[in-house]
């Protein structure tokens, strides 16, 4: 069974860091892209970084480059979000998501974690 | 990077047929067969039901479809039924090799 669990979520002042982990099992991991997405509650879906399978190519929205960095461990299955000069408005529920494997779309996501900008 | 125009919400009857746009420009949707769309109902992750335009992933209704003309795309549930309530997005690959979510819509069954 394919799951995925993200961490690090947490409560962070402005102009802080934070690091985001996405656990993945029940597949080859090092054979997929990997998504990151990001959602106020209540509010739509953002997409915010992807990566190669190898870690070769990344690519970022414009609110979030030069602040965050995705990067992958697969020898450790794991999918990282490294956030650095965090804002108020990048307060979200943060998703990691499994590109699919033969086309364009996410189509294995976790349940999220919570990350909280505020002084 | 703006978001995809998608109206905010549409309704139906148990049994009749919804369509949800889907609009971008011709440096996302309209360039490139690389749609998707994902169904989310409240308080859960989102789910795939639709890549690349009008492909199903195993285990979706057929009764979701999707198409495209020109920068537009379109979700269809035919049949609607109350588990269809939710809300909805569309995705698609861009020129920039990033990618834009739509605004989402909320799917209502009376």
């Known amino acids: 069974e394919v799951q995925l669990v993200e961490s690090g979520g947490g409560f962070v002042q402005p102009g802080g860091s934070l690091r985001l982990s996405c656990a993945a099992s029940?597949?080859?991991?090092?054979?997929?892209?990997m998504h990151w997405v990001r959602q106020v509650p209540g509010k739509g879906l953002v997409w915010v970084s992807r990566i190669y399978t190898d870690g070769s190519r990344t690519s970022y929205a414009d609110s979030v480059e030069g602040r965050f960095t995705i990067s992958r461990d697969n020898a450790k299955n794991t999918l990282y979000l490294q956030m650095n000069s965090l804002r108020a408005e990048d307060t979200a529920v943060y998703y990691c998501a499994r590109g699919h494997s033969v086309g364009y779309g996410s189509d294995y996501w976790g349940q999220g974690t919570l990350v909280t900008v505020s002084s | 990077q703006s978001a995809l125009t998608q109206p905010p919400s549409v309704s139906g009857s148990p049994g009749q047929s919804v369509t949800i746009s889907c609009t971008g420009t011709?440096?996302?949707?309209?360039?490139?067969?690389?749609v998707s769309w994902y169904q989310q109902p409240p308080g859960t992750a989102p789910k795939l039901m639709i890549y690349d335009v009008s492909n199903r992933p195993s285990g979706v209704p057929h009764r979701f479809s999707g198409s495209k003309s020109g920068n537009t795309a379109s979700l269809t549930i035919s049949g609607l039924q109350a588990e269809d309530e939710a809300d909805y997005y569309c995705?698609?690959?861009?020129?920039?090799?990033?990618?834009?979510f739509g605004t989402g819509t909320k799917v209502t069954v009376l």
């Open positions: 029940g597949f080859t991991f090092s054979n997929y892209w």
């Open positions: 995705s698609s690959h861009t020129s920039t090799n990033t990618y834009v």
């Open positions: 011709s440096s996302d949707v309209g360039g490139y067969d690389r």
